[in-house]
């Protein structure tokens, strides 16, 4: 049996839009002779569509959608393909019921009876012959993280298989790969020869080294093969990056898509009906599998191909490559025609200049240099040669004498004063974005927001910021990153040099280095990662050997940070646990870190 992945980048609400695109890949895996299709999970809605599934018109909309959608496949002769196709479904009834009905373990529901009437359904579809053959509801619903499953959604207990070509085809979707004996397990109890999974699993860093090794351990459990189609694209602050798979009952890796690019991935899948003799259905630990006939005759013999393997990337080109596909999803899904930022001289406006102009070309972004008295040649040159090799463009507004009219206007000094200038440059921003109808581009990375090293309505302001969720050091690899893949194909090197070497500097006063202010970058960035990513308390930062000094001053300047990030931008998810919808801590919080007693050690 042929199968084709369809790693498809969806709009969230575009209902119509979604639905096109169904049809669109459809006909190319005909073209394939495919026999099967599977797409991401919420095709037809996007994914996270957050609070919009609690509107019952949405709900409705979305089966509606998906009933039209397979009436539409067959008009355009593509009847005879089956289609796996992620929606989102509502349950019958007037509306949710009151928290205190709903039961707290789906198991005690039997089939897929709950008193949450009127609740929404992640779901998948399986459509043929211009019906839904059959529906699946969501078993697994992550709670962790980005996700708020729970918050939404009601769990199925219903495991339909559907035999196709006399084939038997279990549906999944995302979550349930990652739960051991979860609906892997029961697939394989029941007897099946093959789970398809449709996914809306986030990059994040390394995460795709994860995948294999799970969906190995799946099709083990269900001593089947396994289709993994995963979502590609940029949603507000996540960013899917496909990297769909297929692996054989045994494990065998033979099919894998590319990152961060729409694909449609095909794999030949040799099964063989008669291995799986017992084949079940009714209850099955948890779960009540049904059985759906769409045709017992097999597909004819053909010459099978080899499935494709995607080369991997290197770690600073994955998360380049989900910065550009981030930003550019960002600006164009929401109809915005350009992006304009400040040009500092320094790493981070040049390596924020270089993302936008990789992910909408020069024509479309805009660079603003902002000097004031306090700004060095050096750093004028460096954004004026940062503009020129990346062929955007740019102009320069002297803010000297803005600066100096706020002084003699209200008396300031220290931090206050520095702060004007900063101020000054976001206001003159945001007014060139009003009037040209860019978007601004904030340009911190992760270490100042973390500690809380950025101006409140001055470089701090701005509708996206994509490197929020990039500490200083990696921005520092991702320039150097940049500048080789530019020289090994003979092409200019975006980033200045000089803006790589040159001790960071907000340049706010006479001489200021970052350093005046801050740890090493290291060491910052180092207890950053695992106060703020991993959640390590003060005693098991110290055991990581942390500098004790350090830490105690890290860890005072992220927790009085909290307001200051609430009123950022969003930005890119790349990293294990990213500022915003991945981390919530009250901005009101007396809770400080501290070493445990000797008794609570000893206790231990």
């Known amino acids: 049996m042929r199968v084709a992945l369809a790693q498809v980048d969806t709009r969230v609400g575009d209902l119509a839009g979604n639905a096109e695109l169904v049809v669109e890949w459809t006909q190319r895996a005909a073209g394939r002779d495919a026999h099967l299709v599977v797409f991401p999970e919420m095709t037809l809605t996007g ?18 959608t998906l009933v039209e959608l397979a009436g539409t496949l067959a008009e355009q002769g593509l009847g005879g393909t089956a289609v796996v196709v992620g929606y989102l479904a509502h349950t019958e009834g007037a509306g949710p019921a009151p928290v205190d009905a709903i039961p707290t373990d789906a198991d005690d529901a039997p089939g897929d009876a709950n008193p949450r009437r009127g609740a929404p359904r992640n779901a998948a579809a399986l459509l043929h012959g211009g019906e839904v053959v059959a529906r699946y509801h969501k078993r697994h619903l992550p709670n962790y993280g980005v996700f708020d499953e729970a918050r939404y959604f009601v769990p199925g207990t219903e495991l339909p298989i559907v035999r196709l070509h006399g084939v038997d085809v279990a549906l999944t979707v995302c979550e349930d790969l990652w739960v051991e004996g979860g609906p892997c397990g029961v697939a394989g109890q029941a ?50 990056d496909g990297d769909s798979l297929a ?31 017992d084949r079940r259905q009714g209850r099955i630990g948890p779960m009540t599998v049904t059985r759906h006939l769409v045709s017992e005759q097999p597909v004819a013999a053909y010459p099978a191909q080899p499935g494709t393997v995607a080369e991997p990337l290197s770690d600073c080109e994955e998360v380049w490559r989900a910065l550009v596909l981030g930003l550019r999803d960002f600006i164009d899904k929401n109809g915005m025609p350009s992006v304009v930022l400040g040009m500092s001289g320094g ?8 993302l936008a102009v990789d992910a909408l070309g020069a024509d479309r972004v805009f660079g603003v240099g902002l000097p004031s008295r306090w700004s060095s040649e050096h750093s004028l040159a460096d954004a004026a040669d940062s503009a020129e090799r990346l062929g955007m463009h740019y102009s320069v507004v002297p803010i000297a004498p803005v600066v100096t009219a706020f002084e003699e206007a209200v008396e300031l000094s220290g931090v206050a004063a520095e702060n004007v200038q900063a101020r000054v440059r976001g206001t003159l921003l945001m007014g060139l974005s009003n009037q040209h109808g860019h978007l601004l581009l904030a340009t911190s990375n992760k270490s100042e ?6 101006t409140l309505y001055g470089d701090a302001a701005g509708g996206f910021a994509p490197i929020k969720d990039v500490l200083k050091t990696l921005v520092w690899d991702l320039a150097r990153w940049r500048n080789a893949h530019a020289r090994d194909r003979g092409q200019v090197e975006p980033i200045p040099q000089n803006s790589i070497d040159k001790p960071p500097s907000a340049e706010l006063a006479p001489g200021q280095q970052d350093s005046d202010s801050l740890p090493s970058y290291e060491e910052l960035d180092a207890v950053i990662a695992d106060y703020v990513d ?70 231990r």
Not at 255 to 264: D, G, I, K, S, T
Not at 449 to 454: F, I, L, M, R
């Open 347 to 354: 790493i981070d406006s040049a390596v924020v200049a270089a």
């Open 47 to 64: 994914y996270p569509a957050e609070d919009l599934v609690l509107r019952e018109s949405f709900a409705r909309a979305s089966e509606q």
């Open 534 to 603: 991993r959640d390590l308390g003060l005693a098991q930062l110290l055991e990581r050997g942390h500098d004790p000094e350090v830490v105690a001053r890290v860890l005072r300047l992220v927790d009085l940070a909290e307001f200051k990030r609430r009123q950022s931008a969003p930005g890119t998810k790349i990293s294990l646990k990213a500022f915003g919808r991945d981390r919530r801590l009250p901005i009101t919080n007396r809770w400080r870190e501290s070493l445990p007693s000797v008794r609570e050690g000893a206790a």
């Open 247 to 277: 692996v054989s009952a045994a494990g065998e890796l033979l099919a894998r898509a590319p990152q961060f690019v729409e694909h449609l991935l095909t794999v030949d899948l040799a099964v063989d009906p008669a291995a799986v003799p």
């Open 449 to 454: 927001v973390a500690v809380g090293y950025s």
């Open 191 to 240: 007897g099946v020869d093959l789970v398809v999974s449709p996914n809306a699993s986030p990059y994040e860093r390394a995460k795709d080294d994860l995948r294999l090794p799970l969906v190995q351990r799946r099709a083990a459990e269900a001593n089947a093969p396994i289709v993994y189609c995963n979502q590609v694209g940029g949603q507000d602050e996540l960013v899917f």
